[in-house]
Antibody, heavy 119, light 107 residues
Framework: EVLLLESGGGLVQPGGSLRLSCAASGFTFSSSGMSWVRQAPGKGLEWVSSITPTGATTYYADSVKGRFTISRDNSKNTLYLQMNSLRGEDTAVYYC????????????WGQGTLVTVSS | EIVLTQSPATLSLSPGERATLSCRASQSVSSYLAWYQQKPGQAPRLLVYDASNRATAIPPRFSGSGSGTDFTLTVSSLEPEDFAVYYCQQRSTWPLTFGGGTKVEIK
């Protein structure tokens, strides 16, 4: 069974930093592209960032480019999202998602972790 | 950036009725479009990928069609568990983008 378990969310002040983790199991993590997708309260889905299986290539939404860094540790089956210079508009549930085969659709999602940016 | 526009925003239907959801892209995405279902408090679930391919374990009442800029998700006969929000997503071009969603509610 594929499982994705996010952690690391919480309350942070504007300008602060947070690192999210996503522990993966039930599939060959080192062969799978991974992504972060977020959802602001009561709003729709927004793609945030993606990383290739080896970690060699990363992609970012313009809204987070230069502030967020996606990374992975294939020896630990774990995906990360380092979030710096956080803003109120970054408040959202952050989902970790597994890429479907070789496409950039998402066939498995974690349960999400809530990040709240507020003073 | 490719903008995906979903319509209608809300669809009020009764169980057993047919639901037809639309997703229009601001430029061609070929067939690189997926549909997701999301229920309150839950993560999204992949229903259809590459416009018309049902994902694993998705019932045949869900079907997708379209190519280029116009896409449709059809639920042939709504079951009580189908009332949810549906999103489309394109993978043709970075950045990946989602539509704003269609809420299918019980009439």
């Amino acid at each position: 069974e594929v499982l994705l378990l996010e952690s690391g969310g919480g309350l942070v002040q504007p300008g602060g930093s947070l690192r999210l983790s996503c522990a993966a199991s039930g599939f060959t993590f080192s062969s799978s592209g991974m992504s972060w997708v977020r959802q602001a309260p009561g709003k729709g889905l927004e793609w945030v960032s993606s990383i290739t299986p080896t970690g060699a290539t990363t992609y970012y939404a313009d809204s987070v480019k230069g502030r967020f860094t996606i990374s992975r540790d294939n020896s630990k089956n774990t995906l990360y999202l380092q979030m710096n210079s956080l803003r109120g508009e970054d408040t959202a549930v952050y989902y970790c998602a597994k890429r479907c085969d070789s496409s950039n659709f998402f066939d498995y999602w974690g349960q999400g972790t809530l990040v709240t940016v507020s003073s | 950036e490719i903008v995906l526009t979903q319509s209608p925003a809300t669809l009020s239907l009764s169980p057993g009725e047919r639901a037809t959801l639309s997703c229009r892209a601001s430029q061609s995405v070929s067939s690189y479009l997926a549909w997701y279902q999301q229920k309150p408090g839950q993560a999204p679930r992949l229903l259809v990928y590459d416009a018309s391919n049902r994902a694993t374990a998705i019932p045949p009442r869900f079907s997708g069609s379209g190519s280029g800029t116009d896409f449709t998700l059809t639920v042939s006969s709504l079951e009580p568990e189908d009332f949810a929000v549906y999103y489309c997503q394109q993978r043709s071009t970075w950045p990946l983008t989602f539509g704003g969603g269609t809420k299918v509610e019980i009439k």
